[in-house]
C-alpha cells in the first residue's frame, strides 16, 4: 500500500482528475442555473407587475368614466333643474312637518313623489357600490347626508367629512344665472373601484391614487406608500412631477382621462425585491441541495471506484514482485472493472501456469535424461566402438549382429542427446528398435506391429512420450514361456481426435491394481520423482497438450492391457 499511495494522492489517476473537473462542472452548471432562474425570476416579477400596473390601469379608467357617467344620473335626479334645486333647498331649510305639506301638495297639483328620501333611497338602490351621498346649498347652513345605514337621508351641518372610497363631486348650477349654488358628493366603495385587484395589490404592493382637475384627491389605496413619501408624491402632483427619489422607492405609472381627471399607480420595489429575494434564496437553498446531493453521490461512486482501482493497483504491484499466487476478488469490483480483473487473473493465472509448465517440463526432461546420462561413459568411445563391431559384423557377413548393433547404437544416441520434443515416427521408430532387440533376445517369442497415419508422421510430442509404455510393457507385462507375445501401437484419426493406442496380450492387472495405478496418475501434487514411467509420461504429455490429453488404461488379469491417448481437438495441431 505504501507504494501506490503516494501517487494516488498526487492525483496521478486519471479518474481523480476526472472526478474533479465533473464537481466543478456540476457545481459551475448548477451556479448558472440558478443565476439564469434568478434574473428570469426578476424579469418575470418585473413583467408581471407591469401587466398588472396596465390591467389596473384600464380598470380605473373605466370604472372613473362609468362613475362620472353616474354622477351625471345623480345630478340629473336632484338638481337638474331649479325646481328640483328649490326642492333640496325646501328640504334643508323647512321642518320635516312643513316639507312633507310642501311635498304632499306637490303631489296633489302634478301627481308626483318630489320627497327627497324617496329620491335619494332610489339612488342607493340603483347603485350598490353607492356608498355615502351629500348634497350641499350656498344658502343653507345644513346639507343632505345618505349612506348605506340611512337611505332615506338626514339633514347635517359641519364639515363633510367622506368615511373612504371614491369621491366625486359635480357643482350645482342655477340654470337663470349659471352660477354654481350647491355640490353634490358622491362616495363609491373601495372595493367597487378595485375589485378583484384588491388582494392583488396588496400582495405586490400597489397603490392606486385618483385626481380631480384641481388636483385634490378622489380615491387614495395607501398601503405600502409610506405617510412621508405620501406627501412627497401630493407635492409632486401638484407641482406637475414626481420627484426622482419617489421613483428611486417606487415604479409610477401617471396617466388622465378624458374629463380631466387623473390617476397614478404606484409600486413598491420593496415589495418586488423581498418577493424576488425570497425565490432567490429558495433557488439557492435547493441548488444548493441538489449540488450537495450530486456531489454527495458523485463521491460515494467514484469512491467505490477508486477502491477498486486501488485494488487492481495492489494486486498488479505484488505480482510484479514476484507473488503469482495474487489474485483479484472479482465479487468486489464491478463493470469495466470486472472484465479488467478477469483479464488480468487469467493473465496472471497464464503466466504462472506457462512458468510453472516450462519449469515442471525442464525438470522432467532432465530427470528423463538422467537415467540415461548415468551410464553415459565417454559417448563417443560408445559410438565409435559400436560402429566398428557393426562394420566387422558386416565384412564377415553378420548381417543380423550388424542390424542388432545399429539398433542399440541408434537407442543409445537418442538417450544420451538433449531434445526435448520429437516427432511421432521417430519416437515410434526408436519403440521399434527397442522391440527389436527385445525379439533377437527371444527369437520367435515376440511379434510387434506399430502403425502410423501417414499425416500424424511429423505430429510434434515430448520425448520418451511412447518408449516407456513398451518398456513396461517388456518389464511387467510379457510372459517369456509364451510363444505368442505380442504388441502394437497405433496412432490414427477419431473424428477431430488423434488417438494413439500401445495394445498387448500380456500379463494384466487385477482390477485393484488398476484402481491403485489410476488413483496415482489422478494425484497431480505428488513429489516429483527420477522415474520416467507411466506417470512421468501422463504429466509431461499433460503439460504440452493441456487439457485436451486424456490418457486411460483398461486392463484385465492374463488378458493383457491396452493405453489409449487422446487428444481433443487434436486434428487442429497436423
Not at 510379457?478 to 488417438?499: G, H, M, P, W
Request: overall charge negative; charged content about 25%; glycine content about 4%.
Amino acid at each position: 500500500m505504501g507504494k501506490w499511495w503516494p501517487r494516488f494522492s498526487k492525483k496521478k489517476y486519471l479518474m481523480n482528475r476526472l472526478m474533479q473537473i465533473y464537481s466543478l462542472l456540476l457545481v459551475g452548471i448548477i451556479l448558472l442555473t440558478v443565476a439564469a432562474l434568478c434574473v428570469f425570476t426578476t424579469d418575470s416579477n418585473y413583467k408581471k407587475l407591469q401587466a398588472e400596473m396596465v390591467i389596473l390601469e384600464n380598470r380605473i379608467n373605466s370604472y372613473v368614466i362609468d362613475k362620472d357617467n353616474t354622477m351625471s344620473f345623480l345630478y340629473m335626479e336632484l338638481a337638474s333643474s331649479n325646481t328640483a334645486i328649490d326642492n333640496v333647498r325646501k328640504y334643508l331649510t323647512l321642518s320635516p312637518s312643513e316639507y312633507f305639506t310642501y311635498t304632499e301638495k306637490f303631489w296633489e297639483e302634478y301627481q308626483k313623489d318630489t320627497s327627497i328620501s324617496s329620491t335619494v333611497s332610489g339612488l342607493f338602490t340603483a347603485f350598490p357600490d353607492l356608498d355615502e351621498l351629500y348634497v350641499t346649498l350656498e344658502d343653507s347652513e345644513d346639507y343632505l347626508k345618505a349612506d348605506r345605514m340611512n337611505h332615506n337621508g338626514i339633514k347635517a351641518q359641519g364639515e363633510i367629512n367622506p368615511s373612504g372610497g371614491f369621491i366625486v363631486n359635480r357643482p350645482i348650477i342655477d340654470q337663470y344665472t349659471s352660477q354654481i349654488v350647491g355640490q353634490i358628493y358622491g362616495v363609491f366603495s373601495e372595493e367597487a373601484v378595485l375589485g378583484t385587484f384588491a388582494e392583488t395589490m396588496v400582495t405586490e404592493g400597489i397603490d392606486a391614487y385618483i385626481f380631480d382637475a384641481a388636483d385634490q384627491v378622489m380615491f387614495s389605496s395607501q398601503h405600502q406608500v409610506s405617510t412621508r413619501d405620501y406627501q412627497v408624491l401630493m407635492t409632486g402632483i401638484k407641482e406637475e412631477k414626481i420627484p426622482a427619489s419617489f421613483k428611486k422607492k417606487y415604479y409610477v405609472l401617471e396617466k388622465e382621462t378624458s374629463k380631466n381627471n387623473s390617476y397614478v399607480l404606484t409600486a413598491s420595489k420593496k415589495v418586488l425585491w423581498t418577493k424576488n429575494l425570497q425565490i432567490f434564496g429558495l433557488m439557492i437553498l435547493l441548488g444548493t441541495a441538489l449540488a450537495g446531493i450530486l456531489l454527495y453521490t458523485l463521491k460515494r461512486t467514484f469512491n467505490r471506484y477508486f477502491q477498486q482501482i486501488e485494488t487492481i493497483v495492489g494486486i498488479t504491484h505484488s505480482v510484479a514482485e514476484g507473488n503469482l499466487a495474487e489474485r483479484i476478488d472479482v465479487a468486489q469490483v464491478q463493470d469495466e472493472l470486472f472484465d479488467l480483473s478477469e483479464a488480468i487473473n487469467f493473465m496472471i493465472g497464464s503466466l504462472d501456469q506457462y512458468i510453472k509448465d516450462n519449469y515442471e517440463l525442464e525438470i522432467k526432461q532432465r530427470d528423463a535424461h538422467m537415467r540415461a546420462l548415468q551410464s553415459q561413459i565417454n559417448p563417443h568411445f560408445l559410438y565409435n566402438t559400436l560402429e566398428y563391431v557393426r562394420m566387422y559384423a558386416l565384412s564377415k557377413q553378420q548381417d543380423e549382429l550388424a542390424d542388432v548393433v545399429y539398433a542399440f547404437s541408434a537407442l543409445l544416441r537418442n538417450n544420451t542427446t538433449q531434445e526435448k520434443t520429437t516427432s511421432l515416427k521417430k519416437e515410434t521408430s526408436f519403440c521399434e528398435k527397442y522391440v527389436y532387440l527385445y525379439q533377437m533376445r527371444y527369437p520367435d517369442r515376440v511379434a510387434y506391429r506399430f502403425t502410423i497415419a501417414p499425416e500424424l508422421e511429423e505430429l510434434i510430442i515430448p520425448k520418451f512420450s511412447l518408449q516407456p509404455l513398451v518398456e513396461n510393457y517388456f518389464v511387467h507385462g510379457i510372459d517369456y514361456t509364451r510363444n505368442d507375445n505380442a504388441i502394437s501401437l497405433k496412432a490414427f484419426f477419431e473424428k477431430e481426435d488423434i488417438v494413439i493406442k500401445v495394445i498387448d496380450n500380456g500379463k494384466g492387472m487385477s482390477q485393484l491394481a488398476l484402481t491403485q495405478l489410476q488413483e496415482k496418475l489422478a494425484v497431480t501434487e505428488a513429489p516429483l520423482t527420477t522415474s520416467i514411467g507411466l506417470r512421468n509420461v501422463y504429466e509431461r504429455l499433460q503439460h504440452f497438450f493441456g487439457e485436451a490429453l486424456t490418457l486411460t488404461i483398461k486392463s484385465e488379469l492374463g488378458q493383457g492391457t491396452t493405453i489409449t491417448i487422446r487428444i481433443k481437438g487434436g486434428k487442429q495441431l497436423v
